[in-house]
């Protein structure tokens, strides 16, 4: 057991250049604990594996990691027992392990190697960068993107913006479920390459999903706007997400708790948005903001 969490660390070198930092829970508090803790140390994603052992059911939660020194700094900061490093090489275990994640009763998102049943599963190549949907607000995104693009009542925007875009899987929903164009934004090379190759597994060539690593104002406007961002870079970037959301337009904001989606939308509200729908899971908030008045226009005398 640990210091900080009484958690065992295993550290693994695994094929293109990945790491998993595995700590093992005695319960399901110190595995939330576990799951916020390897995301705030820079896991992009985690997964929760029951193991039969010697000693009865144990829980690992295996944070992924892009870089051997973040994985390493993390297993330091979580203070483990036992930190080891195993051969290189695509497991046959964690192949077999990878699965479909639901995130509604139509919209799925899967490996490419993965079967899924659902009526629209985006492919999406695990492990690479953040957002195969492991993460809660990915899901929660991916649930209000799906709700908002399906709404016979509202217009599907022709375009949107994916501040972040990690794997690119908000922007690549959205092109699947109908919107023309896209922009994904990102300052890591590596989840820029790795979107690109997941929307050719989805069969969108390269015009419909542009990616950039530039400020996410430097696109123009856009009639929807997805930011899944850390609390630090949400607070550096709200002024260029709100100059890039047009008039009358939609803003979906992810990725902090919900004791921070005041300090977090106050800035838009004073910027001209609305909050029109907050929600969360597993004490992850998604809000959802309209952009009711231009903070550019002259206000009326
Ligand atoms: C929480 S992940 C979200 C990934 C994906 N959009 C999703 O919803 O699953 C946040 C992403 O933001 C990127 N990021 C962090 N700081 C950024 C910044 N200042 N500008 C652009 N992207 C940033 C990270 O590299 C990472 O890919």
Same mark, same amino acid.
């Given at each position: ?16 250049? /990945?790491?998993?930092? $595995? ?25 929760? +594996? ?27 900061? *979580? ?10 090489? /695509?497991?046959?275990? /964690? ?11 139509? *919209? ?17 190549? @695990?492990? !690479?960068?953040?957002? $195969? ?27 949107? !913006? ?12 959205? *092109? +699947? ?8 934004? =990102? ?20 015009? +419909? ?27 550096? !970037? ?50 959802? !903001?309209?952009?009711?008045? =231009? @903070? ?6």
């Amino acid at each position: 057991m640990g210091a900080i969490y009484g958690a065992r660390v295993t550290v693994r070198a695994d094929p293109i250049e /990945w790491t998993e930092v $595995t700590l093992e829970a005695d319960g399901e508090a110190t595995a939330q604990v576990f799951v916020h803790a390897l995301f705030a140390e820079g896991a992009v994603s985690v997964d929760r +594996r029951v193991l039969q052992t010697a000693s009865g059911l144990v829980e690992q939660i295996v944070g992924t990691f892009l870089h051997s020194e973040t994985s390493r700094a993390a297993a330091e900061t *979580l203070q483990a027992h036992e930190r080891t490093i195993a051969a290189p090489g /695509w497991s046959a275990d /964690w192949l077999a392990q990878q699965r479909a994640i639901e995130i509604s009763p139509t *919209l799925a998102v899967a490996p490419h190697f993965v079967d899924s049943r659902a009526p629209l599963t985006l492919r999406i190549d @695990p492990g !690479l960068a953040f957002g $195969t949907a492991t993460h809660p607000t990915t899901q929660l995104c991916l649930r209000k993107l799906e709700s908002l693009l399906t709404d016979p009542r509202a217009r599907r925007p022709a375009s949107l !913006l994916d501040v972040g875009c990690g794997t690119g899987v908000l922007a690549i929903a959205g *092109l +699947r479920l109908g919107v023309e164009s896209a922009i994904g934004t =990102d300052i890591d090379p590596i989840a820029l390459r790795t979107a690109r190759r997941c929307a050719r597994l989805n069969q969108l060539d390269d015009a +419909r999903l542009v990616l950039s690593n530039r400020t996410p104002d430097a696109h123009g406007q856009h009639p929807l706007v997805l930011a899944n961002l850390p609390p630090e870079p949400m607070e550096l !970037l709200t002024p260029a997400i709100a100059r890039a959301v047009a008039n009358q337009g939609t803003l979906i904001l992810s990725g902090f708790f919900t004791e921070l989606v005041d300090p977090i939308t106050s800035p838009f509200e004073s910027r001209g948005f609305q909050k029109t729908n907050v929600d969360a899971r597993a004490e992850w908030a998604v809000v959802c !903001l309209t952009r009711t008045q =231009d @903070p550019f226009l002259p206000s009326p005398l």
